[in-house]
């Protein structure tokens, strides 16, 4: 079973809240990730943003997917087909949803806030425990690093008439510690780092190995996040690359992703305990 996290969390300003601090994360990478778990047969459960993309209907946004219907009246009654040259593109996404249902293998929750992410997540943890080196944690959701404490948020609306506000930031808990240590101390772990500046991205990934003591984090800069990762562990890093030719086909990056986690999540799951 893996818990895929995914999408970016917000931070409200207000109490009810009309403004808040974002970050630029559809969800791309996690919904991607879902369908490819479900493929080696996970079970998920798919943690995500609302409103971010999901598994399977990511392949249809916009108006792509009623531009592939057809309404056909007769009389009293009316009818919706799928125009041929659609189904192909339509039929193979509509059976692995319909199988991922009907075999009760994917489970959605949603979050908006980065508060909201906290609380969901240890509750996620609660119940995946109890099964120990066979979960993975998928943690690709963009969290945010910064957001305002409850006890220094105005109840209603920043006026603008009262001129430009002072808002006063606060670090984010670090959730990675007590999930690692106390929450699913057996699970295999996987974070994600994500950076703008190459020179850091190791170094960074290698020093949250090192504090937290997870087994992956897969680090990527945002330029290139859509087809070159690295996969980094306490003693190595590799690439993964995904080439043009590889992309003209179709192929997305979060599939190797996956199959790699995927063998690495076996690989620990076969290990003697007293050598994890």
Known sequence: ???VTSGGTTVPLEHNTVRFVDNFSAGNRG????????????AVIFMHRTKSLEPFSRHFTGQQLLDMLELHE???STTI???PDSVDVLAPVLDKYKNAQETHRMLYITFTSVVDYMWLLRAACESLAPFERNAVLFLAAAVSD????????????????????????????KMLAPLVSIWVPHAYVVSFKLETDEALLIAKS????????HKLVIANILQTRKN???FVTPTSNYEIVLTKDQAHTGLEIEEPIVADVVRRHQDYVREPEQQQ
Do not use: C, W
Not at 31 to 42: C, K, M, P, R, T
Not at 146 to 173: C, N, R, W
């Open 1 to 3: 079973i893996v818990l």
């Open 31 to 42: 919904s991607a990730s879902a369908e490819y778990f479900l493929e080696h047969g996970y």
């Open 74 to 76: 007769e009389g009293m």
């Open 81 to 83: 087909t799928v125009k």
């Open 146 to 173: 910064f957001y305002v404490p409850q006890d220094e948020m105005p109840t209603h609306k920043i006026q603008s008439g009262h001129g430009a506000p002072t808002i006063s930031l606060q670090l984010v808990p």
């Open 206 to 213: 290698r020093e949250s190995l090192n504090k937290y003591k």
């Open 228 to 230: 070159r990762v690295v």
